[in-house]
């Protein structure tokens, strides 16, 4: 124990940020970043793009991971609103896949870089007074909808730059939650 207090005494004069914990979220995927995969989305062209090229631009869905195949009904549900207003134009992709039935498969993936840095006075961290964490990356969201090994729609979206601040304050500290597990165990 003695050898801890010169440590932990170095560490409350100087803040230590550099032993605060980091994390990293990557949704695997072969991109750098959102315009890299935008520019691998936009070689996509609906009525005239196959699966083979799908495939080569990194949107395969047996080998990249975390891709959901989607029926002809959740791909419906995914683009258009429910109930379909009537003066509504629905998209040329989404009539052939109604009509396609089970012939139509859509293919949807996010694939993202997220990072999580905690910053601030280490001690107050620790001993879980106030935590702040910066949360950067990007996030891009693709729809693939094919018939017969042709592509007929797509649609992306996706956050760019992703820049937040989560800030954490237990006045109590460690003791913040004792109360509610005391609770939980009570009942």
Known sequence: MKSLAPLLFICLLT?????LPSSKQDVSNHWRDFEDAKRSFDQIIPY?????TVRELGFD????PNMQILNHSQVVRAVLPSPVPEQMQIPPGILDCIKAQEGC???FMEPSRIYRQRDGNFLLDFLNFRRNTTVTGWKFGALIVVINNLVVYKQWSGRPQIEETE???????P???VGPSLFDKAF
């Open 175 to 177: 003791l913040q939650s």
């Open 105 to 107: 498969i859509g293919y």
């Open 61 to 64: 869905p047996f080998k990249t």
């Open 15 to 19: 803040g230590c940020t550099s032993m």
């Open 48 to 52: 005239s793009t196959n699966m083979n």
């Open 167 to 173: 800030l954490q304050r237990n006045p109590l500290g």
